[in-house]
């Protein structure tokens, strides 16, 4: 599970993320959408441990963040939006690096390696230099990487960027077979039609602060939407 | 032409930003830094051309053949060295860099794109050879008497040349791209350059000029006066600006208008011919290069078996330097240039003329010992700026895959530290202890230099891997570069702030331990007092360069943003 409680971060002048308050149960899929510059990747990294908050918050599995980082991280399945890798490793090598840092059984290597290799169709170019790779392929070794570990929870950021239509339906699914497991999943995303698939619930995030949350059907409540898919919705929250 | 200077505005633009707009304080430090640097090693060239010049002036007959060789040399040297670069510039420019994609995707020709970016290739490869050769121009100037056509002169001709080695240059980037790609054929061209900088070198050095101060030499002074009357290859571009600044030195100026207009002309020339072959095969070089990059060596290193000792995490991250480094091209040509270096550096020694020195050998042999431990150092110090400084910048944007790992930013430092740390002490104790060999030291110097250098290296290596993590560039297309930076300045002038004072501390304590061992007689009780509080204040200045930069980087890598 997830806990953001009170989640703020300032640039100087700039409130990127104010005072974010998120609670979200073992095997949910929470949806995490907003206009550009709204705080998600903000409030993404911020889970992740890639930059520190200013005040507040982050606690994966009843572990916090900012007491003990390691522990926490070990938790996680994180998963940028943009796939920056090391171009001069094979993937096979990556996926040696992430087991090695992650602490996958070293005996369980080979079958994991070769299984998330071949889920993210990438076995056949296993050898090469991911600098060869397009940007589609890194991003499913990147996913490939995430899930090595088996982590209990999974932070992802624009998953469907640079997917292929087969390769965004698979993940879909994976993202729905894995919180059905009991994978808390934080997703964010601009892809509407994607989140009300698949999300339980859905923040939107405006300006750095939740502006709504809950599932679809209670955002069209809120909305007075009536009938109208998510983007209608998320335009009537995010409207200046 | 309006397609094209539209072309060059981002450049103008991002130029005028980063030099009017910048009002932080770090800035302003770092270019009244470098800016001061410059102005003095301009002065320095200034002086000592000056120098040189009005020394030849005054030899009778030979001084003006030597002065006018040298001129010959130092354009012959200018137009080399600016093919060499400019090679590199534009490949990268015309080839290599990352908003290509963006700029070919726009409604413009692609001779028009090459037109901008040869422009930029132009400028960035000769700007900075231009502002350090016109010293020694100008000191030609001041010492001949020449009126001010000369110094406008200058300019025309470095211009012209410019031009001409830019363009020769481009058109051979523009053929070989065809049939190699560019990311291989830079690799080729710095490993070339490189191996005909060291031939250069080597081929001076084996000549040992020293010796030309040798009388005994001097018999064969006729054949060299001979050998420095023998003109220039006439169809070489270096030639005109040769005999278009003599001519006007010796006050023919049609004449030397005649040789600055035949530099033009060929510049044209150069120009037209490029834009037409650009129109022909730019774009199918681009294309190219725009391909994925295959593996030279296909095996894979079997790194992880040989570091099975150590924790996975570790290993991970050091299984993974050693991997990227290897298959990064760029680096190789480094290594080599390394070796070469070791070798220079040993065999300098091994020319020294000791016998013939009029100090005493033995005491000679050593002080030169003493003062090699801090000239090592120093060499260890610019290695460590190409190696260690940049070793956290090269994680470049990948940096988040270390920030959202289950391990401490402490340990991916120590890490980093440790996978430097034993190469370069290994690189700096050979350099010792050949020395010392090649010096015949005493066992009792032999000892120190290598302890000495054993507990220095460490503090070297952590300034380079803690400020480089201070102050990291992820973002640069090239990390190695990140040593040019404010932070690599602040690394290099606080390593020598600290191999100065160790080898100050230890000036004293180690003259006295020498002479009481060549003398053998005792120490007395303050010079034990004298030399323990300095090799105590030494070790413990050797800890602190060790820990606080780490933690500082720490401190600082913490904050980052990517």
């Known amino acids: 599970m997830i806990e953001l409680a009170g989640l703020t971060k300032k640039y100087t002048d700039l409130v990127a993320v104010n005072d974010l308050n998120i609670f979200v149960p073992k095997g949910e899929i929470f949806g995490f959408i907003g206009p550009n510059?709204?705080?998600?990747?903000?409030?993404?990294?911020?889970?992740?441990?890639?930059?520190?908050?200013?005040?507040?918050?982050?606690?994966?599995?009843?572990?916090?963040?900012?007491?003990h980082p390691e522990k926490a991280k070990s938790k996680i399945g994180f998963i940028p939006d943009r796939p920056y890798l090391y171009e001069k490793l094979t993937a096979m090598e990556f996926l040696e690096f992430t087991a090695d840092?992650?602490?996958?059984?070293?005996?369980?290597?080979?079958?994991?390696?070769?299984?998330?290799?071949?889920?993210?169709?990438?076995?056949?170019?296993?050898?090469?230099?991911?600098?060869?790779?397009?940007?589609?392929?890194?991003?499913?070794?990147?996913?490939?990487?995430?899930?090595?570990?088996?982590?209990?929870?999974?932070?992802?950021?624009?998953?469907?960027?640079?997917?292929?239509?087969?390769?965004?339906?698979?993940?879909?699914?994976?993202?729905?077979?894995?919180?059905?497991?009991?994978?808390?999943?934080?997703?964010?995303?601009?892809?509407?039609?994607?989140?009300?698939?698949?999300?339980?619930?859905?923040?939107?995030?405006?300006?750095?602060?939740?502006?709504?949350?809950?599932?679809?059907?209670?955002?069209?409540?809120?909305?007075?939407?009536?009938?109208?898919?998510?983007?209608?919705?998320?335009?009537?929250?995010?409207?200046? | 032409m309006k397609a094209v200077i539209t072309l060059l505005k981002p450049r103008i633009l991002s130029f005028k930003f980063k030099r009017f707009s910048s009002d932080n304080k770090e800035a302003l430090i770092k270019l009244s830094v470098f800016g001061t640097i410059g102005v003095l090693f301009w002065?320095?060239?200034?002086?000592?051309?000056?120098?040189?010049?009005?020394?030849?002036?005054?030899?009778?007959?030979?001084?003006?053949?030597?002065?006018?060789?040298?001129?010959?040399?130092?354009?012959?040297?200018?137009?080399?060295?600016?093919?060499?670069?400019?090679?590199?510039?534009?490949?990268?420019?015309?080839?290599?860099?990352?908003?290509?994609?963006?700029?070919?995707?726009?409604?413009?020709?692609?001779?028009?794109?090459?037109?901008?970016?040869?422009?930029?290739?132009?400028?960035?490869?000769?700007?900075?050879?231009?502002?350090?050769t016109l010293p020694v121009f100008i000191s030609y100037g001041i010492v001949y008497q020449a009126g001010m056509f000369f110094y406008g002169n200058i300019i025309f001709v470095l211009l012209s040349l410019s031009i001409i080695a830019s363009g020769i240059s481009s058109l051979l980037v523009m053929l070989t791209v065809i049939a190699i790609p560019a990311g291989r054929i830079k690799s080729i061209f710095v490993f070339l350059g490189l191996i005909f900088f060291l031939v250069l070198f080597f081929a001076f050095r084996f000549l040992r000029p020293e010796r030309l101060v040798?009388?005994?030499?001097?018999?064969?002074?006729?054949?060299?006066?001979?050998?420095?009357?023998?003109?220039?290859?006439?169809?070489?571009?270096?030639?005109?600006?040769?005999?278009?600044?003599?001519?006007?030195?010796?006050?023919?100026?049609?004449?030397?208008?005649?040789?600055?207009?035949?530099?033009?002309?060929?510049?044209?020339?150069?120009?037209?011919?490029?834009?037409?072959?650009?129109?022909?095969?730019?774009?199918?070089?681009?294309?190219?290069?725009?391909?994925?990059?295959?593996?030279?060596?296909?095996?894979?290193?079997?790194?992880?078996?040989?570091?099975?000792?150590?924790?996975?995490?570790?290993?991970?991250?050091?299984?993974?330097?050693?991997?990227?480094?290897?298959?990064?091209?760029?680096?190789?040509?480094?290594?080599?240039?390394?070796?070469?270096?070791?070798?220079i550096y040993v065999y300098n020694f091994n020319a020294l003329p000791l016998a013939k020195a009029p100090i005493k050998t033995v005491y000679l042999q050593n002080l030169l010992s003493f003062l090699n431990m801090g000239l090592a150092t120093f060499v260890l110090t610019a290695v460590s700026a190409r190696f260690a400084f940049p070793a956290v910048s090269s994680e470049r944007e990948s940096f988040w895959l270390v920030k959202s790992a289950?391990?401490?930013?402490?340990?991916?430092?120590?890490?980093?530290?440790?996978?430097?740390?034993?190469?370069?002490?290994?690189?700096t104790e050979i350099l010792i202890i050949a020395t010392n060999i090649l010096l015949k030291v005493t066992p009792f110097m032999m000892v120190l230099s290598i302890v000495n250098v054993f507990f220095m290296v460490p503090g070297i290596v952590s300034m380079g891997i803690g400020f480089g993590a201070a102050y990291p560039d992820f973002k640069s297309e090239n990390p190695a570069q990140a040593v040019t930076s404010f932070g690599g300045l602040l690394y290099m002038m606080v390593c020598a702030g600290y191999i100065g004072t160790v080898i100050v501390l230890e000036a004293g304590p180690v003259y006295n331990l020498f002479m009481a061992d060549i003398n053998a007689r005792v120490l007395t009780v303050i010079e034990r007092i004298w030399i323990f509080g300095s090799f105590g204040l030494a070790f413990i200045l050797s800890i602190l360069a060790v820990v606080m930069p780490m933690n500082f980087g720490e401190k600082k890598l913490a904050n980052t943003l990517l």
Not at chain 1, 45 to 66: A, F, L, Q
Request: some cysteine; hydrophobic content about 50%.
């Open chain 2, 214 to 343: 040798d009388p005994e030499v001097f018999s064969t002074t006729l054949i060299y006066l001979k050998a420095l009357k023998t003109p220039a290859p006439p169809y070489l571009p270096s030639t005109w600006a040769f005999d278009s600044l003599k001519t006007i030195l010796e006050g023919k100026i049609v004449k030397s208008l005649f040789h600055t207009s035949l530099s033009w002309s060929f510049a044209g020339v150069v120009v037209f011919i490029n834009i037409i072959i650009a129109d022909a095969v730019y774009i199918k070089g681009l294309s190219k290069t725009q391909t994925a990059p295959s593996r030279l060596i296909k095996r894979s290193m079997s790194a992880g078996r040989l570091f099975f000792f150590l924790s996975r995490p570790v290993r991970a991250l050091a299984v993974k330097e050693i991997r990227t480094f290897f298959r990064d091209q760029t680096q190789w040509s480094q290594l080599f240039l390394i070796g070469a270096l070791v070798v």
């Open chain 1, 101 to 240: 840092l992650y602490g996958v059984n070293e005996n369980d290597f080979p079958a994991r390696s070769q299984e998330q290799l071949e889920m993210f169709l990438l076995s056949e170019w296993s050898g090469e230099l991911i600098e060869s790779y397009s940007h589609g392929m890194k991003q499913r070794l990147v996913m490939a990487a995430a899930l090595l570990h088996e982590p209990e929870v999974i932070i992802v950021d624009e998953p469907m960027v640079g997917l292929d239509p087969v390769a965004i339906k698979m993940v879909k699914e994976l993202f729905l077979h894995l919180a059905a497991g009991g994978v808390t999943i934080f997703m964010s995303t601009h892809t509407l039609k994607v989140a009300e698939d698949i999300c339980d619930r859905i923040g939107v995030i405006h300006k750095g602060s939740l502006v709504a949350n809950g599932t679809p059907e209670d955002l069209r409540r809120l909305t007075d939407a009536g009938e109208a898919d998510l983007e209608q919705v998320f335009m009537r929250l995010t409207e200046e």
């Open chain 2, 43 to 132: 002065g320095g060239i200034f002086a000592v051309s000056l120098r040189v010049l009005g020394y030849f002036k005054g030899i009778e007959e030979l001084g003006d053949i030597l002065a006018y060789k040298l001129l010959s040399m130092v354009l012959l040297t200018f137009l080399s060295v600016l093919v060499f670069s400019s090679i590199l510039t534009s490949l990268s420019k015309l080839y290599l860099s990352r908003d290509l994609s963006l700029v070919h995707s726009m409604p413009v020709s692609s001779y028009k794109i090459f037109i901008a970016r040869w422009i930029e290739s132009t400028i960035d490869s000769s700007w900075m050879l231009i502002v350090y």
């Open chain 1, 37 to 67: 510059g709204a705080g998600k990747t903000t409030t993404i990294n911020m889970m992740g441990g890639i930059i520190t908050p200013t005040s507040g918050r982050v606690t994966i599995c009843g572990i916090r963040m900012e007491e």
């Open chain 2, 406 to 427: 289950p391990i401490t930013l402490r340990s991916f430092l120590w890490i980093k530290f440790f996978i430097y740390f034993f190469p370069l002490l290994a690189l």
